[in-house]
């Protein structure tokens, strides 16, 4: 029973490259939460989706930054012509959205990036 | 009011001794607190969530304790090991509204013999 699969771990990016940050859920989960933790503070939201749907995008930065979850395969954060600030660790979040333990979150290993 | 604030900021407990971490809350319709585990290079691992219709939970060594009308909740550790040395993040959700985790800056913890 695998868990929330992210890859990669890592990414290293020049200032104006594109990010593209993968996140596949728990079998059986179709909700799907981002999550930004800049170094020593706590994970900041970004994006709530369920498949082929934003339903939340309140934590996500105006430009630059976008998200999907398609029908078909996995979750994708995208950051375009990424910045210095952008360099963070990034966790994907997945849950079952129904039933006794539709709340509980279940997080990935996270992708750190770095941007030179 | 979308606050979580979590203290201490870091924590220095002997083996066997009790790690006691607050946070508190302002957004009433928070309905949902769990509390996660994180070494370094992880992600986040949930330990135990508690809802604010039960003043206290425990489970193990990891009790919450939960008070409603502060809107203060706190994690105890039992017997603490150094195996439990981690930094430990409470989280505040409105279930009813999608249910994103509102996070503490976390609590750096370390266990010594």
């Known amino acids: 029973n695998a868990g929330v699969m992210q890859n990669p771990r890592h990414l290293v990016r020049r200032r104006g490259q594109e990010a593209r940050l993968r996140c596949s859920p728990m079998k059986g989960h179709s909700h799907v939460y981002w999550y930004r933790q800049l170094p020593e503070e706590g994970l900041k939201f970004m994006v709530y989706l369920q498949k082929e749907n934003i339903i939340d995008e309140s934590g996500m930065p105006k430009e630059r930054f976008s998200a999907e979850f398609p029908k078909e395969g996995p979750s994708i954060l995208r950051i375009q012509q990424v910045v210095r600030g952008d360099s963070a660790a990034y966790f994907c979040a997945s849950s079952q959205g129904q039933g006794q333990f539709k709340n509980i979150q279940y997080f990935g290993a996270g992708t750190r990036l770095s941007v030179l | ?113």
């Open chain 2, 1 to 113: 009011q979308q606050q979580v604030k979590q203290s201490p900021q870091s924590l220095i407990v002997q083996k066997g001794g009790i790690s006691i971490i607050n946070c508190a809350y302002e957004n009433t319709a928070f309905d949902y607190f769990p509390w996660y585990q994180q070494f370094p290079g992880k992600g986040p691992a949930l330990l135990i969530a508690i809802r604010p219709d039960v003043s206290e939970k425990k489970e193990g060594r990891f009790t919450i304790s939960f008070n409603k009308s502060a809107k203060q909740f706190s994690l105890h550790i039992m017997d603490s090991q150094p195996g439990d040395s981690a930094t430990y993040f409470c989280a505040a959700a409105y279930t009813g509204g999608g249910n994103k985790l509102t996070f503490g800056t976390g609590t750096q913890l370390k266990v010594e013999l």
